[in-house]
Structure formats: structure tokens, C-alpha cells
């Protein structure tokens, strides 16, 4: 019967040393499932500060993406303006020197030969050229006979080799 209550005893004893432990380890877990709770509460609040962080940024660019679209816009809009603007800047400029030019020319042409011979005489040669080139054949021809011999022959080399005049007289 000794043995049989050592054997009891044993029994009690290593049962409630397994309840200890079992307590024990009940309680581990417990702190540890409070610690993973508590993490897994810390990590969903960053990931929520995160994607509120994330989507402030990305309406920050795009409203700035936006804004540097609106500003492309009106570059493109000012860009083609100044075009337009230029490109009728230069028809009337061609306009006026056209113009200028036609007056230049038709006081040459009624100018008497032996004044216009003169007045060409002393313009620079490229000038002179331009304008003899302008005038009809026979009119050069009389200016061209009252002017001196050297400056006309000058004259008529620049009227004959000169590309400007070459180019125009293909378009004649």
C-alpha cells in the first residue's frame, strides 16, 4: 500500500507540477498572443499612415502634373501666337520693302538717263546692281551708256555672276 500511495503521490505531485507548468506556458502565451496583437495593431496603423501619407503625395504630383500641363498649354498658345505674329510681322515687312522698292524704282524710271547714270554711279556696287536688275532691258541700256565705261562693266559682271540675280532671273 506504500507503494501504491508513493505511486498516488507521485501521481498528484507530477500532475500539479503539470498544471504549474501548464499554467506557466498558458501564461507565455498569453503575453506573446498580446504581443503579436499589440504589433499587428502598430503595423496596420503605419500601413494606414503609410497609404494616407502615399495618397497625399500622389495628389500633391497630381495637381503639380496638372498645373505644369495648364502651364505647357498656354507656352504652346503664347508659342504659336508669336509665330503668327512673326510670320505676318515678316509679309508686311516684304510688303513695305516691296513697296519701297517699287518707288525707288519707278523714280528710276522716270528719272532722265544721265541723272539716274550718276546717282548709280555712286551707290555701292551691290545697291546699284539691285537696282539697274530691277529696271526694264532698254532703260539699262541708256543708263549704261551714259555712265562711266569701268563702273559699267563692274555693273554688268555683278548683274551676270551674282546668284540673287541668277535666282531671280530663272523666276522671270
Known amino acids: 500500500m506504500k507503494s501504491i500511495y508513493f505511486v498516488?503521490?507521485?501521481?498528484?505531485?507530477?500532475?500539479?507540477n503539470n498544471d504549474e507548468i501548464l499554467a506557466d506556458r498558458e501564461a507565455n502565451i498569453a503575453k506573446n498572443l498580446e504581443r503579436i496583437d499589440s504589433?499587428?495593431?502598430?503595423?496596420e496603423a503605419y500601413r494606414a499612415a503609410t497609404h494616407t501619407l502615399f495618397n497625399q503625395r500622389e495628389a500633391q504630383i497630381l495637381s503639380k502634373e496638372k498645373?505644369?500641363?495648364?502651364?505647357?498649354?498656354?507656352?504652346?498658345q503664347?508659342?504659336?501666337?508669336?509665330?503668327?505674329?512673326l510670320a505676318k510681322n515678316e509679309k508686311i515687312l516684304a510688303e513695305l520693302k516691296s513697296?519701297?522698292?517699287?518707288?525707288?524704282?519707278?523714280?528710276?524710271a522716270k528719272m532722265k538717263d544721265g541723272a539716274a547714270a550718276t546717282i548709280i554711279s555712286e551707290l555701292p556696287r551691290d545697291e546699284a546692281a539691285k537696282v539697274l536688275h530691277s529696271l526694264e532691258a532698254?532703260?539699262?541700256?541708256t543708263i549704261f551708256a551714259k555712265m562711266d565705261p569701268q563702273i559699267?562693266?563692274?555693273?554688268?559682271?555683278?548683274?551676270?555672276?551674282d546668284e540673287l540675280f541668277k535666282e531671280t532671273n530663272l523666276d522671270k
Open 152 to 161: 559699267a562693266a563692274e555693273l554688268t559682271q555683278i548683274l551676270k555672276n
Open 78 to 85: 503664347k508659342e504659336e501666337n508669336i509665330k503668327n505674329m
Open 67 to 76: 498645373d505644369l500641363n495648364k502651364t505647357l498649354e498656354l507656352i504652346s
Open 39 to 43: 504589433s499587428r495593431q502598430e503595423l
Open 138 to 141: 532698254k532703260k539699262i541700256s
Open 8 to 16: 498516488l503521490f507521485l501521481v498528484i505531485f507530477l500532475h500539479a
Open 99 to 108: 513697296i519701297t522698292s517699287d518707288k525707288v524704282l519707278e523714280v528710276y
